[in-house]
Nanobody, 121 residues
Framework: QVQLVESGGGSVQAGGSLRLSCAAS????????LTWYRQALEKEREFVSE???????KYAESVKGRFIISRDMDKNTVYLEMNSLKVEDTAMYSC???????????????WGQGTQVTVSS
């Protein structure tokens, strides 16, 4: 099985920055897409950002221009740089990866446990 571990969450004041990491225990010969989601208290989970196997990135309108997703393929890690944070960014952030490919030993979908981000005014 593949495990995803998020880190980098915490408490920050509005206008501040945090960098989240999502590290996969193994990738092997798999290609992967990785997506960040967030869920605020008593709200539905929502899409935040994605980087696909070709390096193409997508962002929710609410974070476009403030968040940057990137990856370090040597470390099997995807980062979410969050800048100009707002109170409404407060949520549990989780990453999900989909592994695929003809030689992929662990094809499937995997979720991390999540990391809490709290932004205060």
């Amino acid at each position: 099985q593949v495990q995803l571990v998020e880190s980098g969450g915490g408490s920050v004041q509005a206008g501040g920055s945090l960098r989240l990491s999502c590290a996969a225990s193994k990738i092997g010969y798999c290609a992967y897409d990785l997506t960040w989601y967030r869920q605020a208290l008593e709200k539905e989970r929502e899409f935040v950002s994605e980087i696909d196997s070709g390096g193409v990135t997508k962002y929710a309108e609410s974070v476009k221009g403030r968040f940057i997703i990137s990856r370090d393929m040597d470390k099997n890690t995807v980062y979410l740089e969050m800048n100009s944070l707002k109170v409404e960014d407060t949520a549990m952030y989780s990453c999900k990866t989909v592994l695929f490919g003809g030689f992929c030993q662990w094809a499937g979908s995997y979720w991390g446990q999540g990391t809490q981000v709290t932004v205060s005014s």
